[in-house]
T-cell receptor, first 115, second 115 residues
């Protein structure tokens, strides 16, 4: 069963505007971690941001913020003031300590920033 | 800085060959993972290991085996390569809980082509 769902295969955003990348997750475990990664065309996976299931506040890291809505089981990534270098694949992932610390990844969203 | 290295960035092999993909991390991480990445499918876990000589099957272990003789090294073995194993292979490592928010750190990936 799909544990992480990213419904947007591709997204476009104008430079300097904000964009939201959607992610929903499925687990009945009370303890879990949610992650976002960026993968440029070069292929390396770059960690962006983390949200723990018990965290009260939404995580932020510079221009990245995670809109965590626990009741809806969503963990959307918001990128503010988009830059051309933000063009990449973005993956949402969930870590479940009760499954041997496996990470479950979504299928990714390809973001293109338009000048 | 955590460094995860993979033995090759690009590899071309023939059907039926035995293929070894090596991964080395320098941060004394207990957990190590092998994924394959295919367009539209995201990252799928092949095998992971949470200690030396320990291994666990992921979602798609068929056709693969692994070896972890030393803590820093995790090898993925394709016993008899087939064309449907043409893919991008990503290695990752991480600390276990209770560090909690620890992300996975990824290697640069190996693009394998099986002819």
């Amino acid at each position: 069963a799909q544990k992480i769902t990213q419904t947007q295969p591709g997204m476009f955003v104008q430079e300097k505007e904000a964009v939201t990348l959607d992610c929903t997750y499925d687990t009945s475990d009370p303890s879990y971690g949610l992650f976002w990664y960026k993968q440029p065309s070069s292929g390396e996976m770059i960690f962006l941001i983390y949200q723990g299931s018990y965290d009260q506040q939404n995580a932020t890291e510079g221009r990245y913020s995670l809109n965590f809505q626990k009741a809806r089981k969503s963990a959307n990534l918001v990128i503010s003031a988009s830059q051309l270098g933000d063009s990449a694949m973005y993956f949402c992932a969930m870590r479940l300590p009760n499954t041997g610390n496996q990470f479950y990844f979504g299928t990714g969203t390809s973001l293109t920033v338009i000048p | 800085d955590v460094k995860v290295t993979q033995s090759s960035r690009y590899l071309v092999k023939r059907t039926g060959e035995k293929v070894f993909l090596e991964c080395v991390q320098d941060m004394d991480h207990e957990n190590m993972f092998w994924y394959r990445q295919d367009p539209g499918l995201g990252l799928r876990l092949i095998y992971f290991s949470y200690d030396v000589k320990m291994k666990e099957k992921g979602d798609i272990p068929e056709g693969y085996s692994v070896s972890r003789e030393k803590k820093e090294r995790f090898s993925l073995i394709l016993e008899s390569a087939s064309t449907n194993q043409t893919s991008m292979y990503l290695c990752a490592s991480s600390l276990p809980p209770p560090q909690g928010g620890e992300t996975q750190y990824f290697g640069p990936g190996t693009r394998l082509l099986v002819l």
